[in-house]
């Protein structure tokens, strides 16, 4: 049996180091508080935040534990400053039941509750939503074309430019009213 080389196979530690010094920000730790509840040298924790040194799984999951965060957040890689999906592209998933999709633009983070979507539609089928969570509030911006929507009876028509709110956690519904209309809705959730 061949064996693997784990070096090879290692994490960059600049990943490590700022995700460290980000996780130790957040929380307001100093350095030797850190590496005291931890459980690890005050110089080894300087040196894995200046992105020196190989650290062990242990060493991790141990600050891991005194961040208050999952293995996983001191791991994975930074995420960009600035973050662009391009038209026609992202996490795209389409209706069964009308000429709809929906693209992901931005999940919500943990702690914050909002969920950011580019929608295309087209007329012919209306699109039936179904109530979201308790406290669920959408905002919609029309980018391109014509919608109807809203909460069922509480329709609206709007155009390019236009901005709605209203509640998400009652059935609504959106219908596309020109060839290619487009809009941005912001899914904010209490």
Known sequence: MERTNMADSRL???????????ERARTGLSLSELAKRAGIAKS????????????SVETLWALGVALGVPFSALVEPPVPSVQVIRAGQGPTVASEKAEY?????SASPPGARRDIYH???????????????????????????????????????????D?????????????????????VLVMQHM
Do not use: C
Request: charged residues 20%.
């Open 119 to 161: 929608l295309r539609a087209e007329p012919g089928a209306v699109r039936e939503s179904e109530p979201h969570i308790p406290g669920s509030v959408e905002h919609l911006i029309v980018s391109t074309g014509r919608l109807k929507a809203g909460p069922a009876g509480e329709t609206v028509e709007l155009g390019a430019g």
């Open 163 to 183: 901005y709605m709110t209203y509640r998400g956690d009652v059935p609504h519904l959106y219908e596309a009213l020109a060839p290619g209309t487009t809009f």
């Open 101 to 105: 999709a929906a693209t992901l633009l």
């Open 44 to 55: 080894t924790l300087s040196q894995l935040e200046a992105g020196g040194g190989n650290p």
């Open 12 to 22: 960059p530690l600049e990943w490590i180091a700022a995700s460290l010094r980000r």
